[in-house]
Structures are given as C-alpha cells and as structure tokens.
C-alpha cells in the first residue's frame, strides 16, 4: 500500500503493509532514528512523536492511519543549530543520564508547554505520567522543563 | 517485535461507507479508531482481524451535545475531549473524574469512547461509568439504528451487542434533574489496569433517592452492574450506613480473580470501599455538597 506521510515538514512516501508501525516507518523510512522504539506495549512513551501538534506513542499507530496528519520527531526540535529550550533545559538540568527514553519525553514536554507555557510541578508530572524513565528519577526532568519554561517566556519578552 | 499479522485496511469516508464496506467484509472486518485498545491485541495475536476500517476521518462522529433530554457523545470522540468537556463536567463529572486516569495523557488523545465500550474489556472504567449513568448505546447497520442499554450492550468478555456489519456510533445519557455522580479507582501506577473501580449515579428528588446506578470495573469477567445494590438504594434517604451496606452488597457481588495486582479477598475489599466512596461522592454532587 502506497502511502505518502508529512514528517518534519517534508513529504515521506513508500509502499509498506498496512501492518506497520508508526515508529518502524519513522526509523526505517527517512532514517530518523531519535524516535526510540521501547516497550511495544504503548506503556513507556519513548516512541512519544507530535501528530497535528499532539504528542501520540507511535508503536500504537499504524504508518497507514497518518496519511494527510503532520508529523514531527524529535530531530525537528533544533532549528539551525539552536538547540529548542526543552532540550536546552534537559541539557543544563541532567535530565536524562542513558537518554534511551528522552526522545520521548522531550515530544511530551514540548507539546505540555505548547500547550501550557508555565505548568506547576503536578502539570508536568501529570504529562509525562505516559513515560517512563529508569534512570533519573523524574526530579531532573521536571527541573528541566521548568527551566524551558522560564527561559522560553524570557526569550519571548526580548522579542 | 510485536508486529500485528497482516490485514487489508481501507479508510472510511462517511458512516454509511463504514457499514457498507463492514456488511461486505462481515465477520473478519473490525473498526479501528484510536487504536489503542484494538492493536495491542493485534501484536499479541489475540485480535485476527483480516480487514480494519479506519474511521478517524468521520469528523460528524465527533461531538459531545446536549439534544433535548438527552446528553449525545459520539463514538469518535477521544478521551482528552471527554475529560476537558464542560458540558459532561457540568452534567456528570464521573466522566472527569474516570478520565483523569484513563491511561495516561498521550494516550487520551487517541483513544475514544467508541473503541473503550467496543472493547469490552472488564478492566475499562468508561463501560462502568455508561453503565452507572444509564447510558443507550446507537447501534448503526445497513437497516438503521437499534438502541441498546448499557446493561444489554456488553454480552461477555470482548464481547458486545454490536454484530457483523454493524458499528456503535453514538452514546446517550438522559438527562434528569437532581443527578449526582462519581468514579473512584485505584491503579498500581499510571496506565495499569485498575485494581477495581466503581462509578456511582444519584438522582435525588426530595431528599430521597429517586434513581441508581451503581457499576464496578475489574473485579469480573465484564463489567458488573450492581442490581441489588440499587434496589436497596432506590427510595431511601442517603446515608453513610447505607453506603456502607452497599458496599457490603459490592464486595458480594463482584467476582474478583488473584492475579499480580492482589489476592480476592483484597479485591472484594476494595469494590465495596470505592462503591462507597463513590456512592458518598455522587450524593455530595446531587445535594451540591461535596467538600
């Protein structure tokens, strides 16, 4: 089946059976191997990429049902070099230690400040509830997008 | 890797295309909307379908409305919309207070009511939340429309009213004065399958229960509706003693299996404290109470 999908802006087309996975048409097809593939059970939100702008888990989607949807990865954070303040954030505020699950939670966050530019700790913690990091604790990561969102806002003032 | 056996998809443009291609493709055929029931039991190869029709396209089964007596939520509607809806908050809050732990919130924003009811599975609070709330299913086929209660809809485990050629495409809730209502739940973490849930509904009129439903996830092989719970209910003024008995009539009445989330006797327990927790809250609502 021939299907054409919007993936950070540009048009990705391929014959594929209808049986495959969001995720697998991200990696394999452009190459966009930051989206992770984790769990396969849409219960650790490492595979977490943006669909018309809402963070979805693309091991639970078939390529074939984001005909005519946007999607963006995680490679669409940095624009020209400059890092996105999310990613910013998680950077100065050790987010992450393996990073194996922070594709995921960079999308999920990206879309809450999106969403909410200034979310209280619960917010956050509310948000990324879908994603599961073995590694930091959470602590980090709520600093870091409390980091992204203070920045943010301080970048738009400039503006 | 998990990957679904092979199937043939198309993409439904209209309702009336749906059914169509669903009466053609009859019982090897299965609706896919959010998918996020429906494709985890493809991976595991507990769900075979040969062919999925994709109704995520069917915008016009997209609303939640107040229509005479009677609250409308279509059955593409997704969990995000249910639990930001102010009309459904306004009417009856169980919807919020079930949705806010549905899952987790990126999958809220595919999942829809349509596909949790369609599912069946007894672990899936929308189906008791229907249930409490006396809710009509609209069952589309080649023929028009049949309405199903709630208490008919569900015929087994992953099984529903809902035959070959047919889809579910709307939910009704009728709308009547003095309601009240709740959902309590408890879940290992966020995602899992509940422990137990219970949804509760209250109509009051006069200071006596006038009408109740009483509804209880998990803690069986479907959903289980509390009958003899709400015929002790109905007609008696609200009181925490009367709580507490229909609690005792949940813990009874529910048929609970040990597995990783607890041993049954945990699980009755805990039926007939979220019965009466949610029955406690779903008054407070009615009388205008709740702290």
């Not at chain 1, 021939?2 to 452009?30: A, C, K, Q, Y």
């Not at chain 2, 915008?59 to 939520?73: A, K, M, N, P, V």
């Not at chain 2, 919309?81 to 169980?94: D, I």
């Amino acid at each position: 089946m021939h299907v054409s999908i919007v993936i950070n802006g540009e048009e990705v087309s391929r014959d594929i059976e209808p049986r495959m996975l969001l995720v697998h048409f991200i990696r394999e097809t452009p190459g966009l191997t930051g989206t992770h593939w984790g769990c396969d059970t849409s219960n650790c939100g490492a595979c977490v990429v943006l669909m018309d702008g809402k963070p979805v888990k693309s091991c639970t989607t078939l390529a074939v049902m984001c005909e005519g949807h946007e999607i963006h990865t995680v490679e669409s954070l940095e624009v020209d070099g400059q890092l996105d303040p999310i990613q910013q954030g998680f950077h100065e505020l050790h987010g992450l230690q393996c990073g194996f699950c922070t594709p995921g939670m960079l999308m999920t966050t990206r879309a809450l400040l999106d969403e909410n530019p200034d979310p209280t700790d619960l917010e956050i913690r509310t948000a990324i509830s879908g994603a599961i990091c073995r590694c930091t604790g959470y602590k980090n990561i709520v600093s870091a997008v409390h980091w992204a969102a203070e920045h943010q806002a301080a970048a738009k003032q400039e503006v | 890797m998990q990957t679904p056996a092979s199937f043939e998809y198309e993409r439904a443009t209209s309702v009336e295309g749906a059914i169509e291609a669903l009466q053609r493709l009859g019982s090897d055929a299965r609706v896919i909307a959010g998918g996020h029931s429906l494709l985890p039991m493809m991976k595991l190869r507990l769900a075979n379908p040969e062919h999925l029709i994709d109704i995520n396209d069917l915008t016009e089964l997209s609303y939640i409305r107040e229509q005479g007596d009677e609250i409308r939520i279509g059955a593409l509607v997704r969990h995000v919309e249910l639990l930001k809806s102010e009309l459904l908050a306004e009417y009856f809050p169980l919807f919020r207070d079930a949705e806010e732990v549905i899952a987790d919130p990126v999958v809220r924003n595919r999942g829809t009511i349509g596909g949790s009811l369609c599912q069946a599975d007894a672990a899936e609070d929308l189906s008791a939340v229907c249930s409490a709330v006396k809710a009509t299913a609209v069952i589309r086929g080649a023929r028009g429309e049949r309405l199903v209660g709630m208490e008919d809809f569900h015929v087994g485990p992953y099984m529903t009213a809902v035959g070959d050629g047919e889809m579910l495409t709307e939910v009704r809730i009728p709308l009547r004065p003095g309601a009240g209502s709740a959902h309590e739940k408890v879940e290992r973490r966020a995602g899992d399958w509940a422990i137990a849930a219970a949804s509760a509904a209250v109509w009051i009129d006069g200071g006596t229960i006038s009408d109740v439903g009483v509804a209880l996830s998990a803690v069986g092989l479907t959903t289980i509706h509390l009958t003899r719970a709400e015929e002790l209910l109905r007609g008696k003024t609200p009181s925490e003693q009367l709580f507490v008995q229909a609690g005792e009539i949940a813990s009874e009445d529910c048929s609970p299996s040990a597995d990783g989330r607890g041993p049954v006797d945990y699980k009755r327990h805990l039926a007939g404290v979220l019965t009466k927790r949610a029955l406690r809250r779903a008054t407070a609502r009615a009388l205008h109470q709740e702290v």
